[in-house]
C-alpha cells in the first residue's frame, strides 16, 4: 500500500481514536497529523505480523497517551505555582471556568475517564468508545484477552467509584 492509500483508509478511524483520547477537535486534528507523520516515518518496519490497523492504533494511542501525560505535568505545575501572587488571578478565572464546565454530566464523566490509569483508560476507548472487539485490543495493547477483560472490569470498577465520588462533590 502507498503511504495515500495508507492515510485515507485510516485517517477517519485515527481521528476519532484521537478525539476520543483528546475531547477537542483542534488537538484531535494536530495528533492525526502527527501520528501520520510518525506513520509514513515508520512505514518501512511495520511488520505483517499483525494487521496494518492494530499497529496504526498502537500508535495512535501512544501518541494520545504521551500527550494526556504531559498536560497532566502542566496541569500538575499549574496547581503547584497556583499559589504564587501574580498567577492567582489567572488561577482563580481558571477554576471559575472549571466550575461551570464541571456542572456538565458529560463533562464530568469525560474527566473522569481521563483521570483512569492509561492501561484502563486504553482499554475502555478501545473497547467501548470505539467498538473494538477484545481480541482486537489485547492485539493492540500487546497483552492477553484475560488481561484485557481484567483490565475493562477494572476500567468500569474505578468509574463507578469515581462518578460516585464527583456525585458527592
Not at 12 to 23: G, M, S
Not at 73 to 82: G, H
Request: glycine fraction near 2%.
Amino acid at each position: 500500500m502507498t503511504f495515500e492509500e495508507i492515510f485515507i483508509a485510516h485517517k477517519d478511524k485515527v481521528y476519532t481514536l484521537c478525539y476520543r483520547y483528546l475531547q477537542q477537535e483542534q488537538e484531535a486534528e494536530d495528533a492525526v497529523q502527527d501520528i501520520f507523520i510518525k506513520i509514513f516515518k515508520k512505514k518501512d518496519s511495520f511488520r505483517a505480523e499483525a494487521q496494518m490497523s492494530t499497529w496504526i492504533y498502537r500508535i495512535g494511542m501512544n501518541h494520545c497517551l504521551d500527550i494526556l501525560k504531559s498536560k497532566r505535568r502542566k496541569q500538575e505545575f499549574y496547581r503547584l505555582v497556583s499559589h504564587l501572587p501574580f498567577m492567582e488571578s489567572k488561577m482563580e478565572a481558571s477554576r471559575t471556568e472549571n466550575k461551570l464546565e464541571d456542572k456538565e454530566s458529560f463533562e464530568r464523566i469525560q474527566k473522569c475517564i481521563l483521570q483512569l490509569p492509561e492501561n484502563q483508560l486504553s482499554v475502555l476507548v478501545l473497547n467501548k468508545l470505539e467498538g473494538l472487539r477484545i481480541e482486537e485490543v489485547a492485539k493492540i495493547m500487546n497483552m492477553s484477552y484475560k488481561a484485557v477483560e481484567s483490565l475493562l472490569q477494572r476500567a468500569k470498577n474505578n468509574l463507578k467509584k469515581q462518578l460516585n465520588n464527583a456525585s458527592k462533590d
